[in-house]
């Protein structure tokens, strides 16, 4: 059975610091990605790794502050997030993809975890 599953969310003051992870189970994927959620919002993108070679990307709205890595041999994904602020309150979601992916959309990505709440507080 493939799962993603989340872990690491939480309450933090603007400025702090949270870490996210993403175990996935049953199978390996290309492209491992996060996204989130805020209240009443659309799903957006935040950041996606590629398994075989680790290369990055973030949307502008993260760059500097949060970092994605990944440990092959514990299967998981990682998400640090420093210098938080009120507006990063969302769900974060752990996406995947079978297929090496380039895309910020939510679409093309196959697999989804439950989502781990991160709230921001002033």
């Known amino acids: 059975q493939v799962q993603l599953v989340e872990s690491g969310g939480g309450l933090v003051q603007a400025g702090g610091s949270l870490r996210l992870s993403c175990v996935a189970s049953?199978?390996?994927?290309?492209?491992y990605a996060w996204f989130r959620q805020a209240p009443g919002k659309e799903r957006d993108f935040v950041t996606r790794?590629?398994?075989?070679?680790?290369?990055?990307y973030y949307a502008d709205s993260v760059k500097g502050r949060f970092t994605i890595s990944r440990d092959n041999a514990k299967n998981t994904v990682y998400l640090q997030m420093s210098a938080l602020k009120p507006e990063d309150t969302a769900v974060y979601y752990c996406?995947?993809?079978?297929?090496?992916?380039?895309?910020?959309?939510?679409?093309?990505?196959?697999?989804w975890g439950q989502g781990t709440r991160v709230t921001v507080s002033s």
């Open positions: 790794v590629s398994w075989s070679t680790g290369s990055t």
């Open positions: 996406a995947a993809s079978i297929t090496v992916q380039y895309s910020t959309a939510a679409d093309y990505y196959n697999f």
């Open positions: 049953g199978r390996t994927f290309s492209t």
